[in-house]
């Protein structure tokens, strides 16, 4: 089956930590790169980080970076999203999302992120103040 299976969500206070993790199965992993979206209550889904096929490429959006560390091992199929100093506008449902697409896969540029074929069904977040 192939699949994308997100976990680690939780419920924190603010300027705590998480670690979510995206494991992978049913396809060539190492082809893919892998984006972490999140969705709050009542507003659009938004991308916040991805990471390219060769692990040296992580991209983060503004409210995110310095705070949010994105990675991959390969080996083990999986991509993690270490989440630092947690603020309540954090709170979301977190997704990830493969994508093969050249321009994506190598470069992860975050304005043109696309073709996203394999998306896993979220993990919640909850930042308390």
């Known amino acids: 089956e192939v699949q994308l299976v997100e976990s680690g969500g939780g419920l924190v206070q603010a300027g705590g930590s998480l670690r979510l993790s995206c494991a992978a199965s049913?396809?060539?992993?190492?082809?893919?790169?892998i984006g972490w979206f999140r969705q709050a209550p009542g507003k659009e889904r938004e991308v916040i980080s991805c990471i390219n096929i060769r692990n040296d490429a992580p991209n983060y959006v503004g409210s995110v970076k310095g705070r949010f560390t994105i990675s991959r091992d390969n080996s083990r199929y999986t991509v993690y999203l270490e989440m630092n100093n947690l603020k309540p506008e954090d709170t979301a449902d977190y997704y990830c999302?493969?994508?093969?697409?050249?321009?994506?896969?190598?470069?992860?540029?975050?304005?043109?992120?696309?073709?996203?074929?394999?998306w896993g069904q979220g993990t919640p977040v909850t930042v308390s103040a």
């Open positions: 999302a493969a994508a093969i697409s050249p321009p994506v896969r190598t470069t992860c540029p975050l304005s043109r992120i696309e073709y996203l074929e394999i």
């Open positions: 049913g396809f060539t992993f190492d082809d893919y790169a």
